[in-house]
């Protein structure tokens, strides 16, 4: 703490940091609704009047001079100075934030991940930001409040808005940008007092004022948004579709990184008979979507059908804003690596239980075996029944109900046949199993489980999660068996296929099984470095969910593309684990591209659990399970593929899982399972 401390003393916030600090709002966990193009204005703006402030510009009404070219030492700023100073011919300052509006991506990122460095802001999982406590501030500014770096920043605002205090410069350009931004009513309770003081702190400084009003001039133009749309977006054509060997496969991903070598990263494919689909590839779009997405983009409306065939409205993969960031902040516990491990006996218990059935010289299709191996584990986990009777059922329903209303490659009528509409009865069935063991007086005594966490927040706030939406809630509990359990089974092939890495899983499980069943903390990456690399590789090359689909709330230019409102967009997000210039030999099966110096994956290529608010909530017990599952497996038995040389096929739809052809078949079994 004190070094951070001597380094804000050393160097304050910039007037970008302290814009997005005003601008961030903590219930959404992203910024107050300002227009993408409103903010990259206003965000310029910050940039221009800071490098204005520390003599490398000098700005008026009609110009904008370069002064000193030297580096601040600051990237956000560093990358406009340098662009100002490439340019030959002297330009205003309306010019400047109107060319460089479209790097203000780049330095809002810069300037968040700066933020995060100095422990000012914490950055969640799915890509939201709040503020943390700072004490270091309270003793900057001679104060015991233990308190944020917003509130700070508000206070100082605040006083200059409602008192006579005269504003610091600094203070007056934070007042002209967040003005043009047309968010001080969201933050501040403003009269007409009030209002008539932030327009005349507004006309007192020169700077302020000069940048304010060419950020308002280029918010009030909408055709300089337009000024790079040049190009239309490029058509795929049928024949190449079809003549694809990897859709003839089933690999999704390795299909859309193709077309994105042929035709960039936003492309159009025209299915016969159907509206044309915008589909967007590359490292750079999933750089786009982690950050950018949740301004421009929305999940409700493509999954409005899906949820309406169990009751509900607004679960947590259609909620988008605030909502989506309250609920998944109040789930996270549940689907947290840390409660698994909690229940790890009983994980332990589950497992034996359903690997006592084989026997040496038994062969079992692999989707079914696994599937039903990890819902054995997930249903007394997450909602304390047992559900084997029926989740082969429930899981047909939903797989048949996805391709109708989310793939929409079967027509409406498929939901309706006789078997369907027995399925579909049976969530019900589910949900009164649940409810009937979750009781006050059965509850007592028991480890908290998913359903209650659940029925916790329904009675608590049943705005949020009112109870025609606990059918979905509690069957999607036990339908995440089919994605676990497919990557499971991706797994298991891949390690039965490579008996060199079998091998070396199989010596991590049984040091880790020595002397018993070990604790949370023994799994760590010491102790599983090769089993959790197998598992990230895997998850590279079989991602379950390859793409997501948002549709466009306000229109957006990406690669030089406008992308309209209304649109719908199919993001491959797994495209990248096929590129080369990503993970080089991509359709090699090579664990060491996770280890240092490579480290393949930390970059926004690898996305096997999603991208930005819509990541998947429980990727870490996730991994955590599988392997579990997989070390288990490797400590007991030896695995093979049936027959021996069959070559894996992919079944793409409504998730990735291998074709039905493939079978696991039980070679030998190592040692007897514990009681």
């Known amino acids: 703490m004190a070094d951070t401390t001597k380094s804000l003393a050393i160097h304050p916030l910039s007037l970008p940091e302290e814009l997005l600090l005003m601008l961030l709002n903590e219930e959404t966990g992203y910024f107050h609704q300002v227009p993408g193009w409103n903010l990259n204005c206003a965000v310029i703006g910050a940039v221009l009047a800071e490098l204005s402030l520390l003599s490398r510009v000098d700005t008026d009404p009609e110009s904008l001079l370069l002064v000193d070219a030297t580096e601040t030492g600051d990237p956000a700023l560093d990358l406009i100075l340098k662009r100002i100073a490439d340019e030959p011919n002297q330009r205003n300052t309306q010019y400047w934030i109107e060319r460089l509006s479209v790097r203000a991506e780049a330095v809002i990122d810069s300037t968040l991940d700066r933020l995060v460095d100095l422990k000012i802001l914490n950055h969640h999982e799915g890509n939201f930001w709040t503020l943390a406590p700072l004490n270091r501030y309270a003793e900057l500014h001679d104060t015991s409040r233990d308190d944020t770096a917003r509130q700070f920043v508000k206070a100082r605002i605040s006083e200059v808005i409602f008192t006579d205090a005269i504003p610091d410069p600094r203070d007056a350009i934070i007042i002209c940008l967040v003005n043009t931004c047309d968010v001080f ?140 960031f309250r609920l998944r902040r109040a789930m996270a516990p549940a689907f947290s690596r840390g409660r698994l491990e909690s229940q790890l006996d009983q994980l332990y218990d589950q497992v034996r239980r359903f690997m006592a059935r084989w026997t040496v010289g038994d062969s079992f299709p692999a989707t079914p075996l696994c599937r039903q191996m990890v819902n054995g584990q997930l249903s007394p986990l997450f909602l304390s029944v047992d559900s084997q009777d029926i989740v082969d059922d429930l899981t047909t329903y939903k797989e048949r109900a996805l391709n109708t209303h989310i793939a929409k490659i079967l027509p409406k009528f498929m939901l309706n046949t006789p078997g369907m509409k027995r399925r579909s009865k049976l969530v019900d069935t589910l949900l009164e199993r649940v409810l009937s063991v979750h009781t006050p007086a059965q509850r007592s005594g028991c480890p908290r489980d998913l359903a209650d966490d659940w029925l916790s927040l329904h009675a608590s706030d049943p705005q949020l999660v009112p109870e025609s939406n606990l059918r979905f809630a509690l069957s999607a509990a036990l339908v995440a068996s089919v994605y676990l359990g497919d990557a499971l089974s991706f797994a298991i092939y891949s390690m039965a296929s490579q008996p060199e890495l079998y091998a070396r899983i199989r010596a991590e499980a049984d040091a880790l099984f020595e002397n018993g069943d070990p604790d949370g903390q023994e799994f760590n990456s010491s102790s599983m470095d090769v089993t959790s690399r197998f598992i990230m ?36 997000q797994a495209a990248p684990h096929y590129m080369e210039d990503v993970f080089p030999d991509p359709f090699s099966f090579e664990i060491d591209r996770y280890l240092p110096p490579r480290d393949e994956h930390r970059g926004p290529g690898y996305a096997p659990y999603g991208l930005g608010t819509h990541r998947c909530l429980g990727s870490r017990w996730m991994d955590f399970q599988l392997a579990v599952n997989v070390l288990m497996i490797a400590h007991y038995f030896i695995l093979e593929v049936s027959p021996s040389k069959s070559k894996l096929r992919l079944d793409p739809f409504p998730s990735l899982k291998p074709s039905k052809k493939l079978k696991f078949r039980v070679a030998e079994q190592r040692r007897e399972l514990a009681a």
Request: positive net charge; charged residues 25%.
């Open 185 to 324: 009513r969201f933050i501040f309770e403003l009269d007409d007092a009030a209002e008539e003081r932030i327009r005349f702190i507004c006309k007192m400084d020169l700077i302020g004022r000069s940048i304010a009003d060419a950020v308002e001039q280029n918010i009030a133009s909408p055709l300089l948004r337009r000024f790079v749309l040049s190009k239309h977006i490029p058509r795929v054509g049928l024949r190449e579709i079809l003549l694809n060997p990897h859709l003839r496969t089933g690999n999704l991903p390795a299909f859309f990184a193709d077309l994105e070598k042929s035709h960039g990263a936003v492309f159009v494919i025209r299915p016969p008979f159907k509206k044309p689909m915008i589909f967007l590839a590359g490292p750079q779009i999933n750089h786009w979507a982690q950050r950018h997405g949740r301004m421009y983009l929305r999940a409700k409306d493509y999954f409005a059908e899906f949820e309406k065939l169990y009751g509900a409205s607004g679960v947590l993969p259609s909620l988008d804003g605030s909502d989506h």
């Open 537 to 572: 590789e895997c998850l590279r090359m079989y991602p379950i969910v390859p793409i997501a689909m948002r549709d466009v709330m306000n229109s957006f230019v990406l690669e030089g593309f406008e992308i309209p409102v209304g649109s719908r967009l199919h993001i491959a």
